[in-house]
């Protein structure tokens, strides 16, 4: 490997490291702000369509793309998908915990294969099936034993349930991420930011900028918007562009693993045993599809022939 190489190893995993740390802070932003889900998903568009809006004109992308209705009809609908996986993901974190719901929201990739399967009629293999089992397993585990917080148990299985709602939906924005594919994806993501705006304009709070302190609110606000979406973008999708597939895949898992020390050193929750091992068994179903999806891009002959074994 060339010394050029090298370096651009390393850029793209300490990218990658940045973008997935940012990403594990999410609920820890959103729990600490106070603020209504609603409001806090217009700022964050308000602010990420400003920095990603400020790339695209600094990289002259705006006008050297050709624009289809494939593009606006995909952008729209992942862009409504991505927004409302948001919303779920966010309602989640205050009724389960911000470690519980992001384990639960990586299922994401059983979510991606179920849709793919009835939209694209691709076959379901049997690894995929028995990961999906452990997945299934796991949470079940996680939903059998409430963690130790004063809200009802009913609260909690509902922010398990709109956990799950937010994988699904962000499986839907993956799938029409498909259709767009030729186009930047910080082109996509500044115009899923403008639906954002346009869409949750009506709940949008001024007043928080009106405090002469800066407030936790304030503070929330413009981090989700700047640093969660605008700065996640540039260090995801540069690391995506370094580094291989599969060091991406692996290197993703550090986003569940931080929201659970979150949840352990900020908010002292503590996980019972068995969803402990609810945890284990999620994230390793996850981890189990991706890899073995990556197994079957780069050797798909013989893959094949495993699973006819």
Known sequence: MSLHNTAEQRRGLAEMILAMVICGTIGLTVTLSGLPETQLIFFRCFFGALILGLLCLAKGIFTRVHYTRTFWAASLIGGAALLANWYFLF?????TSIGIATTVYNTQPFMMVLICTFLFKEKITKSIIFWLLVSFIGLYLISSTQIHTDKPYSAYI??????????????????????????PPVLIAFFQMLLGIVLFLPFADFNIFTHSVISAPILAAVTLGIVHTGLMYIFLYGAIQKLEAYKVASLSFLYPVLALLIDRYFFNVHLESVQLLGVLLILSGAAGVNLKALFHKFFPTHSMSQEHK
């Open 91 to 95: 309602s989640a974190y205050g009724k």
């Open 158 to 183: 509902t922010g398990i349930i709109e956990a799950l709602a937010a994988a699904a939906l962000y499986a839907v924005a993956s799938v029409a991420a498909k259709y767009l594919k030729n186009y």
